[in-house]
């Protein structure tokens, strides 16, 4: 009989896994490194007394936020010496992902881009009372501070990303007629027509993390963002090719140069208008656009 089976702790632990590795990734926007803490947290957890534990998932939660937490100030240190903005690593994800709004939203790598501003313990907050409905007495407990503390990071912490997120909820049809324009413009080199759909003050971040060509800051306004593009283009010296695809439960491009993966583009609209550009070149992060991820915030 498969061991597995009988173990409760294992047992528990599989059926959390999806919830846990989805809360690693969103406070680390690394899969390799939630995978590690998923390592980490399971060492801790098959020591646990299951007798003495009240609520399976609030514990694992605990255990994984603490691991997560560890990982994420270690990581801090790494992005400083990082070569150009850090994106987090784009996954392919099912559409269940993204059938479930406030999940996807919170997925998207145009949210995760904003997280990286906040703190470690902002961002533990933030992720788990927004993302997951984690209660403040059990994420008091997994941070180490007191429930009205918990209360006033996550204050502070919500009142930061909606400063920079949209004010509107965007329809998923808006960003796939953004997409396709996009895709018709890759296909026809016709650039210029995309001042259409790009608004005025656009952002394009690209991340090659010195292993790929890519922007070392942030390029901002549409003239400027299209010039970037055809001179990326114009050096390419293939031919570029895309692919829809759902990335973090949202609309994105799989781009290929020459039948080979060169990044994953995805979008940020508002107001029917392309607000961010979020480019992923660093093959690193590359990985896991070509199977499917399973996340899930419950």
């Known amino acids: 009989m498969n061991d597995h089976v009988t173990d409760p702790a294992t047992g528990a632990f599989v ?8 809360l690693a990734y969103e406070m680390l926007g690394s899969a390799a490194d939630a995978e590690d803490v998923l390592q980490e947290a399971w060492l801790r957890w098959a020591k646990v007394d299951l007798t003495q534990v009240r609520d399976q998932r609030a514990y694992l939660v605990r255990i994984t936020t603490r691991q997560a937490l560890n990982r994420l100030r270690t990581l801090q240190r790494r992005k400083e010496a990082y070569v150009g903005p850090w994106l987090p690593e ?9 059938e479930d709004v406030e999940l996807s939203e919170n997925l998207s790598l145009a949210l995760m881009f904003i997280l990286e501003t906040l703190s470690p313990t902002e961002r533990a907050v933030f992720v788990l009372s927004e993302v997951f409905d984690i209660g403040y007495d059990d994420i008091a407990a997994a941070i180490g501070k007191s429930p009205a503390a918990a209360r006033q990071i996550a204050y502070r912490a919500r009142r930061h990303v909606d400063a920079r997120r949209p004010s509107t909820t965007v329809s998923r049809e808006e960003t796939r007629a953004a997409l396709n324009s996009f895709q018709s413009a890759l296909v026809t080199g016709d650039l210029r027509g995309l001042l259409d759909v790009l608004a005025p003050d656009v952002v394009f971040v690209s991340d090659g993390g010195g292993l790929k060509l890519a922007a070392l800051r942030p390029v901002v306004g549409a003239d400027k963002v299209l010039s970037y593009m055809a001179g990326s283009l114009g050096r390419a010296g293939g031919t570029f090719t895309s692919e829809p695809t759902t990335v973090n439960g949202n609309p994105g491009l799989i781009l290929r140069l020459d039948d080979v993966i060169d990044g994953v583009l995805a979008f940020r609209v508002d107001n029917a208008r392309v607000t961010g550009l979020y480019y992923v070149r660093n093959p690193e992060k590359l990985t896991r656009v070509e199977s499917e991820t399973p996340l899930t915030s419950r």
Do not use: E
């Open 90 to 98: 784009p996954l392919l994800t099912a559409p269940d992902v993204a």
């Open 15 to 22: 059926a959390h896994r999806d919830l846990l590795f989805t």
